[in-house]
Antibody
């Protein structure tokens, strides 16, 4: 069965960086994008960006440009999201989710059908 | 950047009620819209994709409609398991709506 398993909770100081991992299983890792979405306590969902595990191509929400980096290690079917220059407003649960499906020369996004369990990142001095 | 506006932000309803949630896009997104359900402490769950297609395993009491800039999610007969927060998401820039909390009346 499809699973996305994320790394554990993190506590970071302002100005530091955090790197969250997302290990995929049960499907071909390079056939689907990985999206990253975050949610501050009591707030809505905020899309951060996507990464194509096959090509390594990425697309980031404007808000996070320059601060976020999405990478992958295809040998272990794992995606990573690194957020730098952390501030208190970055305290949130970070989710990875499966995104666009690639077939032949095309792609198809029907929404994120599988999600990780979420990783709480707390930024506090 | 396309903005998504959901209404209402909170909805009080009883078991058995018909419930409708609206999502409006700031410009046309054709049918490129998904709906999710989220319960406290859990990841979102995909309900509807491409505005009106029911995700596998989702009960048929959930339905989606609309195209262009106005979309609706309808729960035909609200069940106890449906009390949750619902989000729309457009496929252009992947932005989510602000969410609608469905609570017990």
């Amino acid at each position: 069965q499809v699973q996305l398993v994320q790394s554990g909770a993190e506590v970071k100081k302002p100005g530091a960086s955090v790197k969250v991992s997302c290990k995929a299983s049960g499907y071909t890792f390079t056939s689907y994008d990985i999206n990253w979405v975050r949610q501050a306590t009591g707030q809505g969902l905020e899309w951060m960006g996507w990464m194509n595990p096959n090509s390594g191509n990425t697309g980031y929400a404007q808000k996070f440009q320059g601060r976020v980096t999405m990478t992958r290690n295809t040998s272990i079917s794992t995606a990573y999201m690194e957020l730098s220059s952390l501030r208190s407003e970055d305290t949130a649960v970070y989710y990875c989710a499966r995104g666009s499906y690639y077939y032949g020369s095309g792609s198809y996004y029907k929404g994120s059908d599988y999600w990780g369990q979420g990783t709480l990142v707390t930024v506090s001095s | 950047d396309i903005q998504m506006t959901q209404s209402p932000s909170t909805l009080s309803a009883s078991v058995g009620d018909r419930v409708t949630i609206t999502c409006r896009a700031s410009q046309s997104i054709s049918s490129w819209l998904a709906w999710y359900q989220q319960k406290p402490g859990k990841a979102p769950k995909l309900l509807i994709y491409k505005a009106s297609s029911l995700e596998s395993g989702v009960p048929s009491r959930f339905s989606g409609s609309g195209s262009g800039t106005e979309f609706t999610l309808t729960i035909s007969s609200l069940q106890p398991d449906d009390f949750a927060t619902y989000y729309c998401q457009q496929y252009n820039s992947y932005r989510f709506g602000g969410g609608t909390k469905v609570e017990i009346k």
